[in-house]
């Protein structure tokens, strides 16, 4: 799937309205993304009416320091799982005061893939305080760039339906 830079900055403009609606506010987490959700966010005028904050949070030191992930989750489960992720939106919330959280961490390419864990396996966690945190992970294709491109257009279509149902 080709992700284009309008695609991203449509579905950016949508959690932004959803956003602004609800009167929440939302703090990123990001690893392989790099931070390029809440650019998307922020692309747009008045968006620190619901954008809190990001955090890049690349390593599994910045993990642990920044957002207290667990390091024997890390141990055990490594970066790139669904108890890290939830982790990360639950230490995004407890560090920013958001009303939501988004958290992304995954393997962009080129190398760094496993069996269990492949090129372009990202695991995505969306949530806020005293609700359930959604996890999920997604398999994409392509080089880094266009694996990167999926990975945000994904994770701002997923928090716009977390926000509508919720």
């Known amino acids: 799937m080709s992700v284009t830079d309008q695609d991203l900055e449509e579905a950016g403009a949508q959690l932004g309205d959803l956003l602004m609606r609800q009167g929440w506010t939302i703090a990123t987490a990001e690893s392989c993304t790099g931070g390029w959700v809440a650019k ?4 747009r005028a008045g968006s620190s009416t619901y954008v809190h904050g990001g955090l890049v949070t690349y390593s599994n ?8 992930v667990s390091e024997d ?6 970066a790139v799982s669904e108890p890290v992720v939830r982790q ?3 230490g995004t919330l407890a560090v920013t005061g958001a009303d939501l959280a988004v958290a992304i961490s995954g393997v962009a390419g080129p190398g760094g893939g496993s069996v269990e864990k492949p ?9 806020g305080s ?3 945190t959604e996890a999920r992970v997604e398999r994409f294709e392509g ?10 257009l994904y994770a701002l279509r997923g928090v716009s339906e977390y926000v509508k149902r919720s």
């Not at 080089?143 to 945000?152: C, G, H, L, M, P």
Request: hydrophobic share 45%.
């Open 61 to 68: 030191e910045a993990k642990h320091d920044l957002l207290g």
């Open 40 to 43: 998307v966010l922020t692309d």
């Open 73 to 78: 989750y890390l141990a055990q489960f490594g």
């Open 119 to 127: 090129l372009g396996t990202v695991w995505f966690a969306w949530g």
């Open 88 to 90: 990360m939106v639950s």
């Open 130 to 132: 005293g609700d359930t």
């Open 143 to 152: 080089d880094r760039d266009a694996v990167r491109r999926q990975a945000v």
